[in-house]
Nanobody, 122 residues
Framework: QVQLVESGGGLVQTGGSLRLSCVASGTVFSINDMGWYRQAPGKQRELVAAISSGGSTNYADSVKGRFTISRDNAKNTVYLQMNSLKPEDTAVYYC????????????????WGQGTQVTVSS
């Protein structure tokens, strides 16, 4: 069993900051890519930021220069530092982690967090 637990969402004013965290617990042998997605009401879920096992990152154009993704492999945790928040950043944010559960099984799977609400007031 693998569980992803997110935290750090909330209500913030325009220009404010929040830091999201997502911890993977359970049987985890290794973690590959980690990412953050968001879904606003009436819209499709979209990639916000991703980080590879080697530390390479990519960002949606809408958040470049404002958001920073990072990871702590020892803690099986991925973070999203969000600065200069705008009302259009309002959404439910989900983490997704691709991981390998056992050393003797080479296949990997994607796991999703339950989502955390981020609301930016104008």
């Amino acid at each position: 069993q693998v569980q992803l637990v997110e935290s750090g969402g909330g209500l913030v004013q325009t220009g404010g900051s929040l830091r999201l965290s997502c911890v993977a617990s359970g049987t985890v042998f290794s973690i590959n890519d980690m990412g953050w997605y968001r879904q606003a009401p009436g819209k499709q879920r979209e990639l916000v930021a991703a980080i590879s096992s080697g530390g390479s990152t990519n960002y949606a154009d809408s958040v470049k220069g404002r958001f920073t993704i990072s990871r702590d492999n020892a803690k099986n945790t991925v973070y999203l530092q969000m600065n200069s928040l705008k009302p259009e950043d309002t959404a439910v944010y989900y983490c997704k982690i691709n991981l390998r559960r056992y050393w003797y099984i080479t296949s990997t799977s994607d796991y999703w967090g339950q989502g955390t609400q981020v609301t930016v007031s104008s």
